[in-house]
């Protein structure tokens, strides 16, 4: 059974910075996915099963960054330049086999419990 455990949730204001982590029991092609209340589940980061590739979507280019640590088998989300739009759960995601990056909610076997991140004005 993969378990996905994340942790960097919080409240921020407007600008300042997070860095969401993603723990998880062995080495997947890992994405992140946010959803905000009222609104569908949408992509937000990728990044492959080796960490070469790596791709974002274009709402959080320039202020998010994905990256892994393959020896602590945890990916992270650092989130700068925050937003208040950028409210929302997000939620780690992981895939078994593959060696590309994965930008579909439906790509995904393994979901975490989500953490919320809330940016105020």
């Known amino acids: 059974q993969v378990q996905l455990v994340e942790s960097g949730g919080g409240l921020v204001q407007a600008g300042g910075s997070l860095r969401l982590s993603c723990a998880a029991s062995?080495?997947?092609?890992m994405g992140w996915f946010r959803q905000a209340p009222g609104k569908e589940r949408e992509f937000v980061a990728a990044i492959s099963w080796s960490g070469v590739g790596t791709h974002s979507a274009d709402s959080v280019k320039g202020r998010f960054t994905i990256s892994r640590d393959s020896v602590k088998n945890t990916v992270y989300l650092q989130m700068n330049n925050l937003k208040p739009e950028d409210t929302a759960v997000y939620y780690c995601a992981a895939r078994g086999g593959g060696f590309t990056y994965y930008t579909r909610a439906t790509d995904y076997e393994y979901w975490g419990q989500g953490t919320q991140v809330t940016v105020s004005s």
């Open positions: 062995g080495r997947y092609a």
